[in-house]
């Protein structure tokens, strides 16, 4: 048996998986599902029960079936929903996050992907230190003495101060989770440091006028504790002997591949030297026998380890954007109860709460104002600075800060739910994702590492056969040179540094990327299709009026059963016919087997009555006729920028509603910043051509299409990238999926809804037309970066390396000591963190 079915709720490819998923999960079900068409093709060997694939898509999500049929004329049917108890439709699973990577650690250098790690070992492909995911602070209970006799020190477990006696006393302490590779890197540094330094003055004394050491300690007595104190150092900085053990093993050569075989050479050949020295030719031999290198071993080990301390403190600034974010909720709220305000911890917080917001708190969770008003600070949100001023009704999102008024608010999003939660999930995977130009860098770095070890070897060779005496000692330190100062490392974090802190300043700037590859593209944008309401308007009609066109129903009746329909939408237009009806008094009542038809409006069943709302293709599709006389009519107020809802019970049109919303009066100057960029900016809108034209006249915007359906959206964007066009699809989020998906970069102008996240690569906080400008200033900034550390790197190697080889020594007489090699390959990793952090200071 087979069976088509329109499926309602899809607003993204991520949503067509679930229900094809969900659907393919039950037993003797096979299902395809098309997010364009938003349609289900059904095959059973059993009879298809409508019922139970409904009720298995609530589960999931707000996903709604009607069954399509086709009569024996050819014509086609939507059948209207299965009825659904209200038990049943209140089912909804609640979706796992991410947030179960929150304080691990990954690569930066991507080397696994997304893999994660519970501590820093360090990447088993790459060997270097690996990235810390920032964690929100936990609440942790302690004890501490009344008498402080041991000033601030605490107790994991209750019991009695072992000072004076007294029993200790229950407190509740804020704890952030840090990363400790900083730390655990300077102590290692302290301690090589101090057995660096003797080392140091050890083997060079011989340089001070008059020799004083070699007074006092003899030659061969030297050279043991040279040995005695490099032995410390070699197991202090153990970690990068493991870290190139590990890449020539798997064979990902790396930084830690040379340094490891250089520093090894050095320290098995001083060692050798030291107890058999019988075992070398005269010409290795000095005045005071052969010389070893047991300073170079540890002074490399020490200045790489520097390099290390340095990398692992400006890593934890690339984060900071997402460690502000984290410090955004606060850890308790004022919960309103009958027995009066209670503080309980943000995580016992559920939807539905009644929770008390004071002046200067942070909000706590998503939720909206049910009693009082106050302006809100959502700078840290939305990157705008003006406070938001916000009444009974309206939304407030978690992390922003009250001004000075109190008021209640019910709980709507707790938990991974929240904006905020949602954010800082974003913002931590897009930090880890790769941009396409890194595939250059992972190119040039796979073969990096074994042309080093060649260079060495010629190197070693060409000094061998012409160089001056002793030929083998000069053979020795210049390729040693050669592998200490070649640097990986700068080309693998070339591109994720700087993508890490640029999606971290748009963060801060109320722009969202979902990925480094959105990043990249939007640098090439050249052209914008951009929906009209929500994001070229103010997202926010306002019903001017209803209009009757039946004796059987007045304008309030219409208003009533309109309203009432439009409480289960999520659409700008939904919220108009709902403030009217509150304004003027109307009482709403539930509706049944509500659908959204995307693009073309909503249909539900009012007070016993089958009602749709919507444009002139829901009319068509409802088999509802637009007389002369109405068309005539509508257009009159069409031509005045208007937007007009049919109203129709069953297949007649019983009125008309006529909406107006305001443009926003920041879009006229995005669109103009956009085409002085040279990017050509249509508008793409479901709306009537009278309607588009008037606004696209007052915006400048010379191409237009109107009455667009989300198919003929993704068809005009398929038919612009088949010119070769790169472009950039901006809308809600919702009716746009489609299109949105298709686009090369998908801006969702995001109101704080999921789907707004959800369904493009890019999100606007703010919902406004002007982020885009500044996505495109950002995505200039980064690439600018990436390209001027990529530059540095190659040209870093491309001028060391030969320098360290010896290629000066012929006319300037000039070596590369191993030592100075060391200082050079850390500052070239630490030059390009820093570079990458200038973008910090980026203006958008």
């Given at each position: 048996?087979?069976?088509?079915?329109?499926?309602?709720?899809?607003?993204?490819?991520?949503?067509?998986?679930?229900?094809?998923?969900?659907?393919?999960?039950?037993?003797?079900?096979?299902?395809?599902?098309?997010?364009?068409?938003?349609?289900?093709?059904?095959?059973?060997?059993?009879?298809?029960?409508?019922?139970?694939?409904?009720?298995?898509?609530?589960?999931?999500?707000?996903?709604?079936?009607?069954?399509?049929?086709?009569?024996?004329?050819?014509?086609?049917?939507?059948?209207?929903?299965?009825?659904?108890?209200?038990?049943?439709?209140?089912?909804?699973?609640?979706?796992?996050?991410?947030?179960?990577?929150?304080?691990?650690?990954?690569?930066?250098?991507?080397?696994?992907?997304?893999?994660?790690?519970?501590?820093?070992?360090?990447?088993?492909?790459?060997?270097?230190?690996?990235?810390?995911?920032?964690?929100?602070?936990?609440?942790?209970?302690?004890?501490?003495?009344?008498?402080?006799?041991?000033?601030?020190?605490?107790?994991?477990?209750?019991?009695?101060?072992?000072?004076?006696?007294?029993?200790?006393?229950?407190?509740?302490?804020?704890?952030?989770?840090?990363?400790?590779?900083?730390?655990?890197?300077?102590?290692?540094?302290?301690?090589?440091?101090?057995?660096?330094?003797?080392?140091?003055?050890?083997?060079?004394?011989?340089?001070?006028?008059?020799?004083?050491?070699?007074?006092?300690?003899?030659?061969?007595?030297?050279?043991?504790?040279?040995?005695?104190?490099?032995?410390?150092?070699?197991?202090?900085?153990?970690?990068?002997?493991?870290?190139?053990?590990?890449?020539?093993?798997?064979?990902?050569?790396?930084?830690?591949?040379?340094?490891?075989?250089?520093?090894?050479?050095?320290?098995?050949?001083?060692?050798?030297?030291?107890?058999?020295?019988?075992?070398?030719?005269?010409?290795?031999?000095?005045?005071?026998?052969?010389?070893?290198?047991?300073?170079?071993?540890?002074?490399?080990?020490?200045?790489?380890?520097?390099?290390?301390?340095?990398?692992?403190?400006?890593?934890?600034?690339?984060?900071?954007?997402?460690?502000?974010?984290?410090?955004?909720?606060?850890?308790?709220?004022?919960?309103?109860?009958?027995?009066?305000?209670?503080?309980?911890?943000?995580?016992?917080?559920?939807?539905?709460?009644?929770?008390?917001?004071?002046?200067?708190?942070?909000?706590?969770?998503?939720?909206?104002?049910?009693?009082?008003?106050?302006?809100?600070?959502?700078?840290?949100?939305?990157?705008?600075?003006?406070?938001?001023?916000?009444?009974?009704?309206?939304?407030?999102?978690?992390?922003?800060?009250?001004?000075?008024?109190?008021?209640?608010?019910?709980?709507?999003?707790?938990?991974?739910?929240?904006?905020?939660?949602?954010?800082?999930?974003?913002?931590?995977?897009?930090?880890?994702?790769?941009?396409?130009?890194?595939?250059?860098?992972?190119?040039?770095?796979?073969?990096?590492?074994?042309?080093?070890?060649?260079?060495?070897?010629?190197?070693?060779?060409?000094?061998?056969?012409?160089?001056?005496?002793?030929?083998?000692?000069?053979?020795?330190?210049?390729?040693?040179?050669?592998?200490?100062?070649?640097?990986?490392?700068?080309?693998?974090?070339?591109?994720?540094m700087s993508i890490m802190v640029g999606i971290g300043k748009g963060a801060q700037n109320g722009i969202l990327i979902k990925n480094a590859e959105a990043l990249e593209t939007a640098n090439t944008i050249d052209v914008?299709?951009?929906?009209?309401?929500?994001?070229?308007?103010?997202?926010?009609?306002?019903?001017?009026?209803?209009?009757?066109?039946?004796?059987?129903?007045?304008?309030?009746?219409?208003?009533?059963?309109?309203?009432?329909?439009?409480?289960?939408?999520?659409?700008?237009?939904?919220?108009?016919?709902?403030?009217?009806?509150?304004?003027?008094?109307?009482?709403?009542?539930?509706?049944?087997?509500?659908?959204?038809?995307?693009?073309?409006?909503?249909?539900?069943?009012?007070?016993?009555?089958?009602?749709?709302?919507?444009?002139?293709?829901?009319?068509?599709?409802?088999?509802?006729?637009?007389?002369?006389?109405?068309?005539?009519?509508?257009?009159?107020?069409?031509?005045?920028?208007?937007?007009?809802?049919?109203?129709?019970?069953?297949?007649?049109?019983?009125?008309?509603?006529?909406?107006?919303?305001?443009?926003?009066?920041?879009?006229?100057?995005?669109?103009?910043?956009?085409?002085?960029?040279?990017?050509?900016?249509?508008?793409?809108?479901?709306?009537?051509?009278?309607?588009?034209?008037?606004?696209?006249?007052?915006?400048?915007?010379?191409?237009?299409?109107?009455?667009?359906?989300?198919?003929?959206?993704?068809?005009?964007?398929?038919?612009?990238?088949?010119?070769?066009?790169?472009?950039?699809?901006?809308?809600?989020?919702?009716?746009?999926?489609?299109?949105?998906?298709?686009?090369?970069?998908?801006?969702?102008?995001?109101?704080?809804?999921?789907?707004?996240?959800?369904?493009?690569?890019?999100?606007?906080?703010?919902?406004?037309?002007?982020?885009?400008?500044?996505?495109?200033?950002?995505?200039?900034?980064?690439?600018?970066?990436?390209?001027?550390?990529?530059?540095?790197?190659?040209?870093?190697?491309?001028?060391?390396?030969?320098?360290?080889?010896?290629?000066?020594?012929?006319?300037?007489?000039?070596?590369?000591?191993?030592?100075?090699?060391?200082?050079?390959?850390?500052?070239?990793?630490?030059?390009?963190?820093?570079?990458?952090?200038?973008?910090?200071?980026?203006?958008?």
């Open positions: 048996m087979k069976k088509r079915y329109k499926v309602s709720g899809m607003s993204c490819n991520g949503c067509r998986t679930k229900v094809e998923n969900t659907l393919n999960e039950l037993k003797d079900i096979n299902a395809q599902v098309t997010l364009e068409t938003e349609e289900a093709a059904i095959e059973s060997k059993s009879e298809i029960d409508t019922l139970r694939l409904q009720k298995a898509l609530l589960k999931k999500g707000n996903y709604i079936l009607q069954e399509i049929v086709t009569h024996t004329d050819g014509t086609q049917e939507v059948l209207p929903p299965v009825e659904i108890s209200e038990e049943d439709q209140y089912v909804q699973e609640i979706p796992q996050g991410m947030a179960d990577k929150a304080g691990k650690y990954f690569c930066p250098m991507l080397c696994e992907g997304d893999k994660v790690y519970d501590t820093n070992v360090g990447c088993p492909v790459c060997g270097m230190n690996l990235e810390h995911i920032p964690a929100a602070k936990v609440e942790k209970t302690v004890y501490y003495c009344p008498m402080l006799c041991e000033g601030d020190k605490t107790y994991d477990e209750p019991g009695d101060c072992p000072t004076c006696g007294m029993n200790l006393v229950e407190k509740t302490i804020s704890v952030e989770p840090e990363d400790t590779t900083y730390k655990d890197m300077l102590k290692k540094l302290r301690i090589s440091l101090a057995f660096t330094i003797p080392v140091f003055l050890l083997a060079m004394g011989g340089m001070i006028p008059g020799d004083p050491i070699g007074q006092i300690i003899p030659h061969h007595i030297n050279n043991y504790l040279q040995l005695l104190f490099t032995i410390p150092v070699v197991y202090v900085c153990w970690m990068f002997f493991q870290r190139a053990w590990t890449s020539f093993k798997t064979w990902n050569l790396n930084m830690f591949s040379l340094i490891g075989l250089g520093a090894a050479a050095g320290l098995v050949f001083s060692v050798v030297a030291l107890f058999f020295p019988n075992l070398f030719p005269e010409d290795f031999k000095g005045e005071h026998g052969i010389h070893l290198y047991f300073e170079s071993v540890a002074v490399i080990l020490t200045l790489v380890l520097v390099g290390q301390v340095m990398e692992a403190k400006a890593h934890s600034r690339t984060n900071t954007a997402i460690k502000e974010l984290l410090k955004l909720p606060p850890t308790d709220a004022t919960l309103v109860t009958d027995k009066g305000d209670e503080k309980i911890a943000i995580d016992k917080i559920v939807k539905g709460n009644k929770l008390r917001v004071k002046p200067g708190e942070k909000i706590p969770v998503d939720g909206v104002i049910v009693e009082g008003e106050s302006s809100i600070d959502e700078s840290m949100i939305s990157g705008e600075p003006i406070p938001v001023h916000k009444i009974k009704g309206a939304p407030v999102v978690a992390g922003t800060i009250n001004g000075n008024s109190s008021f209640v608010m019910s709980a709507e999003k707790v938990g991974s739910e929240t904006l905020l939660a949602q954010i800082i999930e974003m913002v931590n995977n897009a930090s880890r994702s790769r941009a396409p130009i890194q595939k250059l860098a992972d190119k040039v770095a796979k073969y990096f590492v074994p042309t080093v070890v060649l260079i060495a070897v010629v190197t070693f060779f060409l000094w061998k056969i012409y160089g001056p005496e002793p030929k083998l000692a000069f053979a020795f330190v210049n390729a040693l040179a050669v592998l200490i100062i070649a640097c990986p490392c700068a080309l693998g974090l070339a591109t994720p914008v299709i951009t929906d009209k309401t929500g994001t070229l308007t103010e997202g926010k009609p306002s019903v001017e009026k209803i209009v009757s066109l039946t004796e059987a129903y007045t304008a309030e009746e219409l208003l009533y059963l309109t309203a009432s329909l439009n409480q289960n939408s999520e659409h700008a237009l939904a919220t108009s016919f709902v403030n009217k009806a509150k304004d003027e008094g109307v009482q709403l009542i539930p509706v049944k087997m509500f659908t959204n038809n995307t693009g073309k409006g909503i249909q539900g069943i009012v007070d016993k009555k089958r009602i749709s709302l919507g444009n002139k293709a829901l009319m068509e599709s409802v088999r509802a006729e637009l007389s002369d006389v109405l068309i005539q009519q509508v257009a009159v107020e069409q031509n005045l920028g208007k937007t007009i809802s049919y109203i129709a019970e069953n297949n007649t049109i019983i009125g008309y509603a006529v909406l107006y919303d305001k443009i926003k009066e920041s879009s006229k100057q995005a669109v103009k910043d956009l085409q002085q960029k040279g990017i050509e900016v249509i508008m793409i809108t479901g709306d009537n051509p009278n309607t588009a034209k008037a606004v696209a006249d007052e915006l400048g915007i010379v191409h237009f299409l109107a009455e667009a359906m989300p198919q003929d959206k993704l068809n005009e964007i398929k038919k612009l990238q088949e010119q070769g066009r790169i472009v950039a699809m901006a809308g809600d989020g919702i009716n746009d999926a489609p299109a949105l998906a298709q686009a090369n970069v998908g801006i969702s102008m995001g109101t704080g809804t999921d789907v707004a996240i959800e369904s493009a690569e890019v999100t606007l906080l703010k919902g406004d037309l002007a982020g885009i400008p500044k996505a495109i200033n950002l995505s200039h900034g980064v690439m600018r970066n990436i390209k001027q550390n990529l530059f540095f790197a190659f040209v870093y190697n491309s001028v060391g390396i030969p320098i360290a080889a010896g290629i000066l020594y012929p006319v300037f007489g000039l070596l590369l000591s191993p030592m100075i090699a060391a200082v050079a390959m850390s500052f070239s990793s630490v030059s390009v963190i820093s570079n990458s952090l200038r973008l910090k200071n980026l203006k958008l």
